[in-house]
Structures are given as structure tokens and as C-alpha cells.
């Protein structure tokens, strides 16, 4: 699964890499988790070029009941089944997004569960690929996203048996586009990141409590495990 990232790119950086216009006053972010805003890049059908929103992470089917709008929302989808599953399909085929990060944390499974951070190894930013829904009843509006997540690669294999959906530059344009609907192609998009392109590194505990915020969450565990290639 996905549950835990990092986003601490210059706006200028984010501008120019997924070609979208950049408020000046983003805040570097170490531990962003599900219900917050999180900042996504979509090209809406009839609209011109690309947009950067702000979407609540927990995705909730537009045709959910009011009684049955969870706080949480559905914060993952995975690749294999989201082109059928009924709370993802429609958005899969019509409301694609771009979700910015530069590292992002799984927890190794065991009696006690330990916190990895993995990144790419030149420490570029990159995009997972993203769902997005509009709810409305009664007036009120709720726009949300949900990650993508897939298999593992070699890199992050021994700590978790899912990996966020990481989708290279040359595919951004292909996901966002709106005209583009066949699930089959949509789906190749879908696979594990190359593994000889990331790392992965423990991090200490600090970053287990979603309110904590600040490079701190990053710092390197001090007990000198290896890092993941």
C-alpha cells in the first residue's frame, strides 16, 4: 500500500517538470497522510492545459450515500482490479491525475513494524499515479484521490509486498488524457517501478505518528541498517 509520502520540491522544479503553473507559497512537506490535502496535477475534458488542485486523500465514489461518506475515504487502489472494481472504474477510464513526491515511507511487516523511506537515487521527484472523484449532496462539494499501487521490485520487496504505482515522465501526457479511455493500454501503464533507479533507507520512529511533520521524519535510523538497492 501507500500511506505515507514526502513532497519538498521547489515550485519552480514542480512548474517545469509536469508543465502546469505553480503558486510560489507551497510548503515543504515530510509526512503527508490520508484525509489531508494533498497537491495533484489533472487536465480536466474542455479545459485547456493542465491544473494543480488541491484533493483530500481518501477517495469517495461520487454515487456514495450522504450516511455512508467515510471521514477516511479509500486512500489506495490496486492496478490489478481497479478498471472493474466498482468505486474506482469510472474514474479509472475519465478522472486521472498526477500525485508529486519525492520519497515515500512503507513499514517492514513483522512483530515490530519499522518505517522505510524509498526515493529515487539521484533524489528527483516523481508522480504516482492517481484517481480523483467529485461528490456532491445537498450543496456541499468534496473533491478526493486515491494512490494506485502495484507489486513490488527488487528495492522494496523485503520490506513490503506493495509499492506505489510510479509512472516515468515519457507517460504523464498518456494518463492525463482524457480522450484516452481503453482500460487494456491504460493498465500497461501500471507496473513497478524500475528497482536500479531507487533506494530505500530506515527511518527512525518519529515518522510513525502521522502529526508529526519536518525533516526529522526522513532522518536515517541510527541503528546503520543498509540501504535497499
Excluded at 507559497?25 to 487536465?43: D, E, K, W
Excluded at 494518463?175 to 481503453?182: A, G, K, T, V
Excluded at 501503464?189 to 528497482?195: D, E, F
Aim: glycine fraction near 6%; hydrophobic fraction near 40%.
Amino acid at each position: 500500500m501507500c500511506g505515507r509520502f514526502t513532497m519538498r520540491v521547489p515550485p519552480n522544479t514542480l512548474s517545469t517538470l509536469f508543465n502546469v503553473s505553480i503558486a510560489d507559497n507551497l510548503t515543504p512537506r515530510y509526512n503527508i497522510a490520508p484525509t489531508q490535502p494533498i497537491t495533484c496535477v489533472r487536465q480536466q475534458a474542455g479545459t485547456p492545459g493542465r491544473e494543480l488542485v488541491l484533493l483530500r486523500w481518501g477517495l469517495v465514489p461520487s454515487w456514495t450515500r450522504p450516511k455512508e461518506v467515510r471521514v477516511g475515504g479509500i486512500i489506495n487502489a490496486k492496478a490489478e482490479t481497479v478498471a472493474t472494481k466498482p468505486a474506482f472504474r469510472e474514474s479509472f477510464r475519465q478522472r486521472r491525475c498526477l500525485v508529486p513526491a519525492d520519497a515515500f515511507y512503507e513499514w517492514e511487516q513483522g512483530r515490530k513494524k519499522k518505517p522505510w523511506a524509498f526515493q529515487m537515487k539521484d533524489g528527483r521527484p516523481f508522480a504516482f499515479a492517481g484517481l480523483w472523484d467529485r461528490w456532491e449532496s445537498a450543496g456541499l462539494q468534496l473533491e478526493t484521490v486515491a494512490i494506485l499501487t502495484t507489486t513490488t521490485n527488487e528495492v522494496l520487496r523485503p520490506v513490503h509486498d506493495r509499492m506505489p504505482v510510479i509512472l516515468p515522465p515519457k507517460d504523464y501526457s498518456a494518463w492525463l488524457d482524457q480522450d484516452l479511455q481503453d482500460t487494456a493500454t491504460l493498465q500497461q501503464l501500471l507496473r513497478p517501478y524500475p528497482a536500479a533507479e531507487m533506494q530505500g533507507f530506515p527511518v527512525g520512529s518519529w515518522v510513525n505518528n502521522a502529526q508529526h511533520e519536518g525533516a526529522r521524519c526522513l532522518e536515517p535510523a541510527t541503528d546503520e541498517q543498509p540501504l535497499l538497492f
